[in-house]
């Protein structure tokens, strides 16, 4: 392992699932791509965001990311380890697995439901610190438990730690979820959909908190979420950086503020135009795309996935797959033909409603 190995890895990872095609049982089920061919590296105290409509295969990607999905294809390394080689039984892995699963936490969407309704906070806590720190004393437990409570705002800690979670709001909860995976002093957390429960007014709030806690305790963050602003506040206030999904593809990254004033991907665009609460610009009366209805993931489209939707879609879009091309000399990058001057993109007709001209609808 080398100290400049990033934190998580993710090389052309792929998640298919299978599901029943019908009522006939004989049929042979039919094959989800919720991801495929995704490309990321997490590296020390990094924050990236990624956004997504439903369906896109965010979730699923923050999961793989952290151990909790196994790819059908690629491989996911935490720290230069393949995470699942590490799983296997007799395995010789650089690192152990159970340091793995310490080291990549998650917080929910919904809090209340990973915590046991007849436990009091303070027990909750405790019971990953038992398995993961057992040389830790009751006492010490009790006063680290405290500490991280009156940390997150939650006092006075005593009260705090003897509540059930029917006694607790809704933020007060994503607090409790918050200081259990800090507690495991974790180098990466993923936070799927972790504030759109939220009040908006507490939203900002939580996110600021994520913030706070994770310059404090050097921790990256994988943010999900379907809502480009707050992913954009996170990546933005983190200086990290933005993705952007679309089924089961990563087809825009880089900084939040590079992807946000220079979208380079038709999708991106849609997003951007769908998120009025940005301010960044007046947007369009009418969406920047051909088609509302997202395809299915099941039978996706060839060659670009977007094309039955994007506004400036040629032959060639149908044909070919755009591979992710650097935008200027940054982070940034997308994966779209009109990035490459000197493609056969250029020279292809244009799809029905579609113009190779780059109004910006």
């Known amino acids: 392992m080398s100290v400049d190995?990033?934190?998580?890895?993710?090389?052309?990872?792929?998640?298919?699932?299978?599901?029943?095609?019908?009522?006939?049982?004989?049929?042979?089920?039919?094959?989800?791509?919720?991801?495929?061919?995704?490309?990321?590296?997490?590296?020390?105290?990094?924050?990236?965001?990624?956004?997504?409509?439903s369906g896109s295969g965010k979730?699923?990607?923050?999961?793989?990311?952290?151990?909790?999905?196994?790819?059908?294809?690629?491989?996911?390394?935490?720290?230069?380890q393949d995470i699942w080689e590490a799983k296997r039984r007799f395995s010789n892995s650089s690192i152990p697995y159970d340091e793995i699963r310490r080291s990549l936490q998650i917080i929910h969407q919904d809090p209340g439901s990973s915590l046991n309704p007849h436990r009091t906070v303070e027990a909750s806590l405790a019971e990953p610190l038992k398995?993961?720190?057992?040389?830790?004393?009751?006492?010490?437990?009790?006063?680290?438990?405290?500490?991280?409570?009156?940390?997150v705002g939650m006092s006075p800690p005593h009260d705090y730690a003897r509540r059930y979670p029917h006694q607790l709001s809704g933020g007060e909860k994503q607090r409790v979820a918050l200081v259990r995976a800090?507690?495991?002093?974790?180098?990466?957390?993923?936070?799927?959909?972790?504030?759109?429960?939220?009040?908006?007014?507490?939203?900002?709030?939580?996110?600021?908190l994520m913030l706070d806690l994770q310059a404090q305790f050097d921790t990256s963050f994988?943010?999900?979420?379907?809502?480009?602003?707050?992913?954009?506040?996170l990546a933005e206030h983190a200086d990290g950086r933005l993705g952007v999904m679309y089924l089961g593809e990563l087809v825009e990254l880089g900084k939040a503020e590079e992807v946000l004033r220079n979208p380079q991907h038709p999708y991106t665009k849609v997003l951007k135009w769908a998120t009025?609460?940005?301010?960044?610009?007046?947007?369009?009366?009418?969406?920047?795309?051909?088609?509302?209805?997202?395809?299915?993931p099941i039978d996706p489209p060839s060659g670009c996935r977007f094309h039955t939707r994007c506004?400036?879609?040629?032959?060639?879009?149908?044909?070919?797959?755009?591979?992710?091309?650097?935008?200027?000399?940054?982070t940034h990058r997308a994966s779209c033909f009109r990035l490459d001057v000197g493609s056969d993109y250029w020279r292809s007709d244009p799809l029905e409603g579609a113009s190779l001209e780059a109004d910006e609808r």
């Open 5 to 53: 190995d990033p934190v998580v890895s993710l090389e052309n990872v792929e998640v298919h699932f299978e599901q029943e095609s019908g009522f006939n049982p004989f049929d042979d089920p039919e094959t989800v791509r919720a991801v495929d061919g995704v490309d990321l590296e997490i590296p020390e105290n990094d924050v990236v965001a990624i956004v997504g409509e």
């Open 59 to 80: 979730t699923t990607i923050g999961k793989a990311a952290v151990g909790l999905q196994k790819p059908t294809g690629g491989s996911v390394k935490f720290r230069g």
């Open 131 to 151: 398995k993961h720190q057992a040389d830790l004393g009751p006492e010490d437990r009790e006063a680290r438990i405290l500490a991280m409570l009156d940390r």
């Open 182 to 208: 800090l507690l495991m002093n974790p180098d990466l957390i993923l936070a799927d959909e972790a504030v759109s429960a939220l009040d908006v007014s507490l939203r900002v709030e939580v996110m600021d």
């Open 222 to 233: 994988l943010f999900i979420s379907h809502d480009l602003s707050n992913a954009r506040y």
């Open 276 to 296: 009025p609460s940005l301010g960044l610009e007046e947007g369009a009366a009418e969406p920047p795309v051909r088609e509302i209805d997202i395809p299915d």
């Open 311 to 330: 506004p400036y879609a040629t032959e060639y879009c149908r044909e070919s797959t755009p591979d992710r091309r650097s935008v200027g000399e940054g």
